[in-house]
């Protein structure tokens, strides 16, 4: 059974930090690009970041600098560190496993809510 487990998440002040971990289990995780996505309140789903299975990293521009997407691939976890965190990275956070299209193909988990406090 494929399952994406999310968490990490909290409330924090602006220019805080935040770790969030996403462990994936019914997939081959070594093998697949994993991505970090972001949904707040009213808006649409965004890519935040990923990283293929080389471990080669993308990141949106409004936090490159600020955030860094990692993996383990023995704990089937992909990680996202946060920092200088911005009221604007208010959000539900979620993984999710990118196909060739760059598009998400798993079925979302509960996902991880953060909140920054100005």
């Known amino acids: 059974q494929v399952q994406l487990v999310e968490s990490g998440g909290g409330v924090v002040q602006a220019g805080g930090s935040l770790r969030l971990s996403c462990v994936a289990s019914?997939?081959?995780?070594?093998?697949?690009?994993m991505g970090w996505y972001r949904q707040a309140p009213g808006k649409q789903r965004e890519l935040v970041s990923r990283?293929?299975?080389?471990?080669?990293?993308n990141y949106q521009a409004s936090v490159k600098d600020r955030f860094t997407i990692s993996r383990d691939n023995a704990k089937n976890t992909v990680y996202l560190q946060m920092t200088s965190l911005k009221p604007e990275d208010t959000a539900v956070y979620y993984c999710?496993?990118?196909?060739?299209?760059?598009?998400?193909?798993?079925?979302w988990g509960q996902g991880t809510q953060v909140t920054v406090s100005s």
């Open positions: 990283i293929t299975s080389d471990g080669i990293t």
């Open positions: 999710n496993a990118i196909d060739y299209n760059l598009l998400p193909y798993l079925s």
């Open positions: 019914g997939i081959i995780f070594s093998i697949n690009r």
